[in-house]
């Protein structure tokens, strides 16, 4: 198989990468920039460029078998600060990738949603991929319209798809200063004995998936013949004062903590029900918190011994 | 109060001016074309432009109360030919607009949504506004995308808003040879002669609404100070050849009929649940079906003889 992973050298491509090569696909990569974390591998055909980048994606689309799709220009917090851009970038490049392919004849996409922002407020149960669709950013908004021109394009063209709305994962090679990824965030401070800020009680609840985990079913929805939307999370929650515990646990260190009035924003409470992509896809997650929290933790140790970090 | 009704030369828009003027308010227009079947009216305030001209919108913005957006440059089967126009035209202009009506102080919008497009299939049931969507259109998607943006807006900068998801509209002054206007194509070809075409057996059943209440319920939001999105249609379901039967009575002809295969779009039934804005805004169909097909024919036999249509 000849896969093109497109935003393929940050966190998540970059570990799909190394799924797809250890399965024996031809890879190919189009991402605007290098790996942040490691030196570009031997066997894998990078391409610069971005979904806006019209000749580079025809290029890069020639051959191809399935298309991994996990490029996005924003993050939530960005997305709302200029709409009409992730309107622009995300989600009409995207629509201009779908057109493409039916001109390049490439019948499959595995495309990237997010199960954090398309259902907004959730409850206390887990939430299955039917409930209501409530996103309250750009970013959000961008992936639900996305997911629904996937199954257009489908019903029109045959254009075979799967959508997988992640939770929040993380692992070695996430950055730690960013906007998004709170274990990193959590096990960088602790690194650095810089106290960790909790926004309200530390009761916020998430689905944390290791990378690996993550990695695994991304390569397994390509393979599939299945269509569809699918969660994929641990179906686990874990509060961010469970997500301490965890921490001092695995570094040994009691990290300082400075709590933080709740944020506006915040949804108090997401836990994907992962049922349909066990039994649909037979994937699941294998990696318990404590040891992908541990894995991680050795990453970032050496990480920031070797300077990248 | 000023009201500036965006897209208001078209069918729903020419009958939602007469209803603003008779509530007394002072009525701005901003379309690209007259309206089809009359002279303008002598006390509205027409500017000519699309959502695309920035510069007349941003004129047009001027110290108004409520704006209502009713433009459309596409129908759902034109929306599939070309979905990044539909996403340019549509969704980014409706954002921008939002963006301008925050820098100018315009503090409320009614937009028109679509009930026959948003939720996809429905079975038996009346749809409610919390039924699940699944827009098997370009169109249908980017209005779903379009209400998501309105309450991201009203969250993050309080602007105030109601998407209506109305039903199928008919009567005086709907053009009767486009790609919408069931009622208004029977009646036209009914009125030449010439046979009627059935796709399928003529089972699938809509919720019919007549223009002057749509119109009502349009200025009604517009002079609430409800939120939200609010389904608006009779609330019954008829079918094709329940149509045919009224047409029979109103236009006193035996229309033919040809049957023709199904098409693979058609979503079998679909009848809004419009007890939230019964309950909410106090707003109710008020003309039969029968009632509405009569006057719809009377101003149609006037109008074919009067060489408008």
Known sequence: MIALVIGGTGFIGSHLLDQLVAEGDLVRVLAPDPERFRAPKENID?????????????????????????????VPSTSNQDPIADIQENLMATVDLLESMRQ???????????????????????????????????????????????????????????????????????????????????????????????????????????????????????????????????????????????????????PGVEFQPSRKVDIQRIVLDISRIRMQLGWEPKVSLARGVELHWLWMQSAIKGGML
């Open 46 to 74: 990078y391409r610069a460029g971005t979904l806006m980048d019209a000749a580079a994606l025809r290029s890069a689309l020639e051959g191809v078998d399935v298309v991994y799709h996990l490029a996005n220009s924003k």
């Open 104 to 254: 390049a004849g490439v019948g499959r996409i595995v495309f990237l949603s997010s199960g954090g922002t398309v259902y907004g407020e959730c409850g206390s149960e887990s939430v299955p991929e039917d409930h209501v669709l409530q996103p309250s950013s750009s970013y959000g908004i961008v992936k639900v319209a996305i997911e629904n021109y996937l199954c257009m394009f489908k019903r029109l063209y045959g254009l075979s798809y799967c959508a997988l709305r992640a939770s929040n994962p993380y692992g070695p090679r996430q950055g730690a200063i960013g906007v998004q990824g709170v274990i990193a965030t959590m096990l960088y401070r602790t690194f650095r004995n810089e106290a960790i800020s909790i926004w309200g009680d530390g009761g916020v609840v998430r689905d944390y998936l290791y990378i690996d985990d993550l990695a695994k079913g991304i390569s397994t929805a390509g393979r599939a013949g299945l269509e569809g939307t699918f969660n994929i999370g641990s179906g686990e929650g874990h509060s961010l004062v469970e997500l301490l515990d965890v921490i001092r646990e695995v570094t040994g260190t009691e």
